[in-house]
């Protein structure tokens, strides 16, 4: 899903690219005419979020995003991420420059040209994460998108968790969150370290599922609200 995911996010680079304009009464025109754009102010944006409030950060499963970082991360240097990029600065950061250079400024919301742009140094960012940092430090500590979705999540009510904690409990060597698993491709540790059986809310979980593939008893899994932690 996010090989696929991935191909549709190319193809909305470029659908952008190709159309361009100074002139803000014919960006407004675009705004509902260009497919790029289309698709990511007019659809992509409200689904995502109206996701979230129901099934959690959802998103992150299939984005593209997660499997570009992962990925780079597998040959890059691994590094342990410092204490301003855990801090939230930089989402901060990323959200003043959408809101007050991106969209007030250069109309991205309107003009498919900057959107790709847009769109281009955010795949890029993430690959360069991907290479410096530990796998998932883009998901948990960068990305803007995946911090939103974390918010309206805590009102979902479902969340991933465990079904029997006494399977956690006697559990000895721990293959959700074990560091020799975190680079295997199916059945890997979880990138935003996670401990299933302590999940309380929505917030962090990426519900990539493979605390599960990595479970030989397939413990963790979706559960009521009323049922977490």
């Not at 005419?33 to 950060?57: C, E, K």
């Not at 950061?93 to 400024?105: A, E, K, M, P, S």
């Not at 900057?114 to 998932?136: A, D, E, H, P, Q």
């Not at 401990?195 to 559960?223: F, M, W």
């Amino acid at each position: 899903m996010q090989l696929m995911t991935l191909v549709v996010f190319m193809l909305l680079i470029i659908d952008g690219f190709a159309a361009d304009t100074n002139d803000m009464t014919s960006a407004k025109i675009l705004r509902n005419t260009n497919l790029a754009n289309l698709v990511v102010w007019s659809y992509w944006w409200p689904v995502i979020i109206i996701s979230a409030i129901f099934f959690g950060r959802i998103w992150c499963m299939v984005c593209p995003m997660e499997l570009l970082t992962s990925l780079a991360a597998r040959i890059g240097l691994k590094s342990k991420p410092n204490r301003f990029v855990r801090s939230g600065w930089i989402i901060t950061l990323f959200y003043i420059l959408i809101l007050f250079v991106g969209i007030h400024t250069l109309s991205i919301h309107r003009v498919p040209f900057r959107m790709s742009i847009y769109l281009l140094i955010l795949l890029t960012s993430t690959v360069i994460v991907g290479l410096v940092f530990r796998r998932n430090t883009f998901c948990a500590y960068i990305c803007h998108v995946g911090h939103l979705l974390g918010l309206y999540a805590r009102l979902a009510p479902f969340g991933w968790s465990t079904g029997d904690m006494s399977i956690c409990r006697n559990c000895k060597d721990h293959p959700c969150t074990a560091g020799v698993n975190a680079y295997i491709f199916q059945g890997c540790s979880c990138g935003v370290n996670l401990y299933p059986a302590h999940i309380e809310d929505n917030t962090n979980c990426l519900l990539c599922g493979q605390c599960v593939k990595s479970c030989d008893r397939n413990n963790p899994g979706i559960e009521g609200r009323s049922n977490l932690g």
